[in-house]
């Protein structure tokens, strides 16, 4: 069983800037891949921002320049730096992290989502 926790979101005029983070915590022999998703109301579920175990990164367009992920192995930890925040970045933001919990054990674990909400 594999837990997250996030913290960091919160309430912030447009222009403004918020660090999200993700702690990894249970049997983890391994992590491959730690992202970030948003929702917001009315919307689907989208990929904002990927980190692969090599460090490689992914972004969705609206976010490039703007947020950056980052990882501490030694944590199992994965952020979010936000960045000139946009009132359409408002949304509910969720961690995902993939990886190894046993020898041919995987797992895929979601956190509970927290609020950002950017106001115009």
């Known amino acids: 069983q594999v837990q997250l926790v996030e913290s960091g979101g919160g309430l912030v005029q447009a222009g403004g800037s918020l660090r999200l983070s993700c702690a990894a915590s249970?049997?983890?022999?391994?992590?491959?891949?730690m992202g970030w998703y948003r929702q917001a109301p009315g919307k689907q579920r989208e990929l904002v921002a990927v980190?692969?175990?090599?460090?490689?990164?992914n972004y969705e367009a609206s976010v490039k320049g703007r947020f950056t992920i980052s990882r501490d192995n030694a944590k199992n930890t994965v952020y979010l730096q936000m960045t000139t925040l946009k009132p359409e970045d408002t949304a509910v933001y969720y961690c995902?992290?993939?990886?190894?919990?046993?020898?041919?054990?995987?797992?895929?674990?979601w956190g509970q989502g927290t609020q950002v909400t950017v106001s115009s």
């Open positions: 995902n992290v993939d990886g190894r919990s046993g020898h041919y054990q995987t797992f895929n674990s």
């Open positions: 249970g049997s983890i022999i391994s992590i491959n891949v």
């Open positions: 980190i692969f175990s090599g460090g490689r990164t």
